[in-house]
T-cell receptor, first 109, second 113 residues
Framework: GENVEQHPSTLSVQEGDSAVIKCTYSDSASNYFPWYKQELGKGPQLIIDIRSNVGEKKDQRIAVTLNKTAKHFSLHITETQPEDSAVYFCAAGNNDMRFGAGTRLTVKP | DTAVSQTPKYLVTQMGNDKSIKCEQNLGHDTMYWYKQDSKKFLKIMFSYNNKELIINETVPNRFSPKSPDKAHLNLHINSLELGDSAVYFC????????????FGPGTRLTVL
C-alpha cells in the first residue's frame, strides 16, 4: 500500500516569508495529491490538489509541485500571514488515499 | 448549511461502555470514511464505504463497527471502550472513491476515562 512521509513536522516562519512543506510517496500508481489545512478544533479542508498529469499548480499565494519520477510533491505558501498558521497534511493515492503525518506551521506576526 | 456533520462533538465516557458517533453528509456523495486522529495529529483511515458497501477496513479492532443505513449516513459504533480509543474521530465524504477530494466533518472528541 501507499506510504506517505511529510517534512518538516513543525515549521515557524516570519510573516511575509515563504513556507515549503515536502512529501514523498511510495506507490507509483498514485495519481492524486491533495493538500489539506486543519485549523484548531476543525476538520481538515482541501486547499489545493494536483493530479499526476500536471507538474505544477498555483492558486494565489499557494502552489503545489509534483515530481512523479522522484515521487515527491511540495506545498509552497508565499507571503505568509498569521491566519496561515495551522496543521497541513499532504495525501497521496488512487482509490486508497494515505495522509502524511502533518506539519504544524506557525506564522509569527 | 453544513456539508458533513457529526454528533456528538464531544463524548466523555467510562472504560467498558458502548458508544456511537453519527455522521451525515448532504453533498450527495457516494463514498464516506471514518478517520482517527491521535494526540500527535496523525490521521489514520479506519473505514471507507462506497454506496453503502464496505471498501476499506483497516486493521482496527472488531470493537469498532461502522453502519451505513443509506448513502448519506455512516455511523460508528464502538463496543467495550478502552483508554486507547481516546482521540478525535473524523467522518469524511467524497463524490467517488477514486482520486477525489474528501470533505471532512468537524470531528468528535472522544475521551475514555
Amino acid at each position: 500500500g501507499e506510504n506517505v512521509e511529510q517534512h518538516p513536522s513543525t515549521l515557524s516562519v516570519q510573516e511575509g516569508d515563504s513556507a515549503v512543506i515536502k512529501c514523498t510517496y511510495s506507490d507509483s500508481a498514485s495519481n492524486y495529491f491533495p493538500w489539506y489545512k486543519q485549523e484548531l478544533g476543525k476538520g481538515p479542508q482541501l486547499i489545493i490538489d494536483i493530479r499526476s498529469n500536471v507538474g505544477e499548480k498555483k492558486d494565489q499565494r499557494i502552489a503545489v509541485t509534483l515530481n512523479k519520477t522522484a515521487k515527491h510533491f511540495s506545498l509552497h505558501i508565499t507571503e505568509t500571514q498569521p491566519e496561515d498558521s495551522a496543521v497541513y497534511f499532504c495525501a497521496a493515492g488512487n482509490n486508497d488515499m494515505r495522509f502524511g503525518a502533518g506539519t504544524r506551521l506557525t506564522v509569527k506576526p | 448549511d453544513t456539508a458533513v456533520s457529526q454528533t456528538p462533538k464531544y463524548l466523555v465516557t467510562q472504560m467498558g461502555n458502548d458508544k456511537s458517533i453519527k455522521c451525515e453528509q448532504n453533498l450527495g456523495h457516494d463514498t464516506m470514511y471514518w478517520y482517527k486522529q491521535d494526540s500527535k495529529k496523525f490521521l489514520k483511515i479506519m473505514f471507507s464505504y462506497n454506496n453503502k458497501e464496505l471498501i476499506i477496513n483497516e486493521t482496527v479492532p472488531n470493537r469498532f463497527s461502522p453502519k451505513s443505513p443509506d448513502k448519506a449516513h455512516l455511523n460508528l459504533h464502538i463496543n467495550s471502550l478502552e483508554l486507547g480509543d481516546s482521540a478525535v474521530y473524523f467522518c469524511a465524504s467524497s463524490q467517488v472513491i477514486d482520486s477525489d477530494t474528501q470533505y471532512f466533518g468537524p470531528g468528535t472528541r472522544l475521551t475514555v476515562l
